[in-house]
């Protein structure tokens, strides 16, 4: 999967899940902030992750994840390797 797939992935998934446009999406907005998380939304973003790209999600990874950038890459990177 290339990462232009992966954000168009990843971007229907947040409009869907999280009620917010895809044209609202900066790739350098901050993730929480962008998406309006709270800690219950967290979990639902590692449900909906794991159900979209089949690899396992904890709390610990998401410790180096700042911006939807951040959140790209780490999805291409866990991708590339499970």
């Known amino acids: ?3 232009e797939e ?7 998934f947040l409009a869907e899940e999280f009620e917010v446009e895809v ?4 790739p350098n907005g901050v993730l929480h902030e962008t998406l309006d998380l709270d ?5 639902d973003l590692v449900v909906v992750i794991e159900s979209h790209f089949g690899f396992k999600v ?15 890459d780490f999805i291409v990177n866990k991708h590339e390797h499970a």
């Open 1 to 3: 999967m290339t990462r």
């Open 6 to 12: 992966v954000v168009e992935t990843v971007n229907g």
């Open 23 to 26: 044209e609202s999406l900066d």
């Open 39 to 43: 800690s219950l939304d967290y979990v």
């Open 58 to 72: 904890t709390g610990e990874d998401f410790k180096s994840i700042s911006t939807l950038n951040d959140f790209y």
